[in-house]
T-cell receptor
């Protein structure tokens, strides 16, 4: 099993450009998440999904959109990138469907720089 | 809402014991988790407390006291490879599983 994979690993964008980050998991997990991590700060939840075809806003959703067309994939889109979106983006997945905890498995991260 | 506070940095000697504290304010949660993250790496799960008390996993233990809104991670027999950032996280009870992370504690283990 590959676990959680993310593509790309690195990307540099110019202000106003768009891009999509892809997250894939092969563990048949129901829940998937997108976080951003900035220096000196913890992980902040951008959007999450509790199942195929469903998405919800997290703590910092502005400027991002997501889609979960297939259970194994969770896409994060930036329609018009801004320098404030320079960050490391982590995708995670977990099994639980009951609302109780389950271990979150993280991907390796995508380092995005917006000039 | 939920907020979690951790010390920003902790330094400890190889072979010693270190405790990383986490205090929280939350309207309701299922449990407290701990994650480890090495520089440039992804967070990895360490432990979870659903109930008050101590959970032990090898050299790592985690404690939760809901009445005190407090938890901690205890690392014993410190090794150089334990140098990393450690995050506490609460799993919210607001319907869907939403996780809120603390700002993290950077642990430096010195010889």
């Amino acid at each position: 099993n590959a676990g959680v994979t993310q593509t790309p690993k690195f990307r540099v964008l110019k202000t106003g450009q768009s891009m999509t980050l892809l997250c894939a998991q092969d563990m048949n997990h129901e829940y998937m998440y997108w976080y951003r991590q900035d220096p000196g700060m913890g992980l902040r939840l951008i959007h999450y999904s509790v199942g195929e075809g469903t998405t919800a806003k997290g703590e910092v959703p502005d400027g991002y959109n997501v889609s979960r067309l297939k259970k194994q994939n969770f896409l994060l889109g930036l329609e018009s990138a801004a320098p404030s979106q320079t960050s490391v983006y982590f995708c995670a997945s977990s099994y639980s469907t009951s609302g109780h905890t389950d271990t979150q498995y993280f991907g390796p991260g995508t380092r995005l720089t917006v000039l | 809402g939920q907020s979690l506070e951790q010390p920003s940095e902790v330094t400890a000697v190889e072979g010693a014991i270190v405790q990383i504290n986490c205090t929280y304010q939350t309207s309701g949660f299922y449990g407290l988790s701990w994650y480890q993250q090495h520089d440039g790496g992804a967070p990895t799960f360490l432990s979870y407390n659903a109930l008050d008390g101590l959970e032990e996993t090898g050299r790592f233990s985690s404690f939760l006291s809901r009445s005190d809104s407090y938890g901690y991670l205890l690392l014993q027999e410190l090794q150089m490879k334990d140098s990393a950032s450690y995050f506490c996280a609460v799993i919210g009870s607001g319907g869907y599983q939403k996780v809120t992370f603390g700002t993290g504690t950077k642990l430096q283990v010195i010889p």
